[in-house]
């Protein structure tokens, strides 16, 4: 295995790589809206607006932008993502976005289909854009369905940022309640190994 070129320690450099996760959301956000195509930030961008709400300290950094969409303006999201220089790719499964063609799939916006299965063995669909609140300058999955829909994923991924909520005490055990008996399963495991 070749050794990575190390470049220097940089704060410039950690800055920017958030800077540009940002400015990729945004882009997003501008493209979708200016073409009155309904979707949702999810993943880590909306967990870190609802977290930031409580304590922007615990706000965890990501590195790539998910955007909930419709199948039906698939083809109005491809122009409208194109026109901001994004390159429409299926890639592993994944319809994603290609930051111009330097991009990488780690540094792309994916897309997740509402009111789709991410995976067919998955308990329930991805939500509805229309489960959503206005943050700024983007539309983010209300706290309720970007919940279910994290408990629905329940990867590694999903679960740390979980966990994120839960330590801000955005989720708390009065939550399983509120859930089918599968997901308030999976909340009150994670209630239950706050250390992994």
């Known amino acids: 295995m070749a050794t990575p070129h190390l470049h220097p320690f940089s704060w410039e450099r950690m800055i920017q790589a958030v800077e540009l996760v940002r400015e990729r959301a945004l882009r997003t956000a501008r493209a979708l809206e200016g073409a009155e195509i309904p979707y949702a930030m999810v993943g880590g961008i909306a967990?870190?607006?609802w977290v930031a709400?409580?304590?922007p300290a615990a706000v965890r950094t990501t590195n790539d932008v998910d955007v909930l969409l419709r199948r039906e303006d698939m083809d109005r999201a491809k122009v409208a993502m194109k026109a901001a220089g994004f390159i429409y790719q299926h890639v592993n499964g994944m319809v994603v976005f290609i930051d111009g063609p330097g991009g990488t799939v780690r540094a792309a916006v994916k897309v997740v289909m509402a009111n789709e299965k991410v995976r067919e063995d998955d308990e329930a669909p991805a939500p509805d854009v229309s489960e959503c609140e206005r943050f700024e300058d983007y539309v983010v999955l209300n706290r309720?369905?970007?919940v279910r829909m994290e408990l629905?994923?329940?990867r590694i991924e999903s679960r740390m940022l979980l966990r994120d909520m839960i330590d801000v005490d955005l989720v708390n055990?009065?939550?399983c309640q509120r859930l089918p008996a599968e997901l308030a399963g999976r909340l009150q495991q994670l209630l239950d190994t706050p250390d992994g």
């Open 173 to 175: 055990a009065l939550w």
């Open 144 to 146: 309720d369905a970007l």
């Open 47 to 49: 967990v870190a607006a």
């Open 152 to 154: 629905t994923r329940y």
């Open 53 to 55: 709400r409580v304590a």
